[in-house]
């Protein structure tokens, strides 16, 4: 009798559901709250993970610890990040895999003023050109280089303080973020020009759902009720636009960091429009095998990885 009680409350803890274990997942987030995540934080607030008996923590990369040195340390259960990052994680042997390729688009640009000398591609040629260094100059420089177009690089800090005043010909910019604030600095959209990279054979796509190796191997349903849950997040966040704000004002104040309702509105309704379907009207998130080993090609191109990791080690099939 007394052999049969331990092996018997050793079944019954094995088979009991994930909350009643009080297993607490932790979400890594690349950058500090913004309405880029606002489907994680609108799912968690809205109890959609609890539904799904997860608990969800959301932590978050720093100016002084990147989620990249958090990856590295495995001391996490799900992360976001863009696809170009992954694939350079994955290379160097960090175990995380996609789950969902949530934002199959660029937002990356480049912005020009109209009427310059810089209104077309074939007019860099021999301008000086603002660009962030990392995964960020990998588009524009191999954009340059396929063109055969040569301008003088300089390298900024995700400011655009120097094409304000006029220091710069061509500036990068993300879509949702800093052209905004070259708009809200008193731009005009009709006297700039802007160079997608979606639009320009620079595609890449960017933030996707990833997950710790040994989880997906372990707990798949929890894997796959964690998709469901922040899909639904995001979709209902994009309808409730003013609850949103609240919750991104509220997380921006538990971060410490600034918050614009007209700044988080403008990049809220970008990723409506980045990771919605016009066809389908959904959020579709399947990575295509073309689209992986275009991204691995170029971060190959530039040396940023020494080879491709198998597409098919790369994803989690849900």
């Given at each position: 009798m007394k052999r049969i009680l331990p092996l018997f409350l050793l079944i019954l803890i094995t088979a009991l559901p994930v909350n009643s274990q009080n297993k607490t997942y932790r979400l890594l987030l690349h950058w500090y709250p913004q309405a880029q995540f606002a489907g994680y934080y609108y799912a968690r607030e809205k109890g959609y993970y609890q539904e799904e008996d997860l608990n969800i923590d959301i932590i978050h990369g720093t100016v002084s610890i990147p989620s990249t040195r958090i990856l590295k340390t495995g001391d996490f259960d799900f992360a976001i990040l863009w696809l170009s990052t992954a694939v350079q994680l994955r290379a160097e042997k960090v175990p995380i895999q996609l789950l969902a390729q949530t934002n199959q688009n660029s937002a990356l640009l480049l912005v020009s003023h109209k009427g310059k000398g810089v209104d077309r591609l074939e007019d860099f040629q021999g301008k000086k050109i603002g660009i962030w260094s990392g995964d960020f100059e990998l588009q524009p420089l191999s954009l340059l280089k396929r063109n055969n177009i040569d301008m003088q690089v300089i390298t900024i800090n995700n400011s655009i303080?120097?094409?304000?005043?006029?220091?710069?010909?061509?500036?990068?910019?993300?879509?949702?973020?800093?052209?905004?604030?070259?708009?809200?600095?008193?731009?005009?959209?009709?006297?700039?020009?802007?160079?997608?990279?979606?639009?320009?054979?620079?595609?890449?796509?960017?933030?996707?759902?990833?997950?710790?190796?040994?989880?997906?191997?372990?707990?798949?349903?929890?894997?796959?009720?964690?998709?469901?849950?922040?899909?639904?997040?995001?979709?209902?966040?994009?309808?409730?636009?003013?609850?949103?704000?609240?919750?991104?004002?509220?997380?921006?104040?538990?971060?410490?960091?600034?918050?614009?309702?007209?700044?988080?509105?403008?990049?809220?309704?970008?990723?409506?429009?980045?990771?919605?379907?016009?066809?389908?009207?959904?959020?579709?998130?399947?990575?295509?095998?073309?689209?992986?080993?275009?991204?691995?090609?170029?971060?190959?191109?530039?040396?940023?990885?020494?080879?491709?990791?198998?597409?098919?080690?790369?994803?989690?099939?849900?």
């Open positions: 303080n120097l094409f304000l005043k006029g220091g710069l010909d061509v500036c990068t910019a993300m879509w949702y973020n800093e052209y905004h604030e070259m708009l809200s600095a008193g731009l005009r959209e009709e006297d700039l020009n802007i160079f997608r990279m979606s639009e320009y054979g620079m595609n890449f796509p960017e933030d996707g759902i990833y997950v710790h190796e040994k989880l997906a191997w372990n707990r798949p349903r929890v894997c796959e009720k964690f998709v469901k849950a922040s899909i639904r997040g995001w979709m209902d966040a994009f309808q409730d636009v003013e609850g949103t704000l609240n919750i991104l004002e509220k997380a921006c104040a538990e971060a410490g960091v600034p918050f614009s309702r007209a700044h988080q509105r403008w990049m809220l309704n970008c990723f409506r429009e980045l990771l919605i379907h016009p066809r389908s009207g959904e959020i579709e998130t399947k990575l295509t095998p073309q689209s992986y080993n275009f991204v691995g090609s170029v971060l190959l191109e530039r040396d940023f990885i020494q080879s491709i990791p198998p597409y098919e080690k790369f994803i989690v099939p849900l």
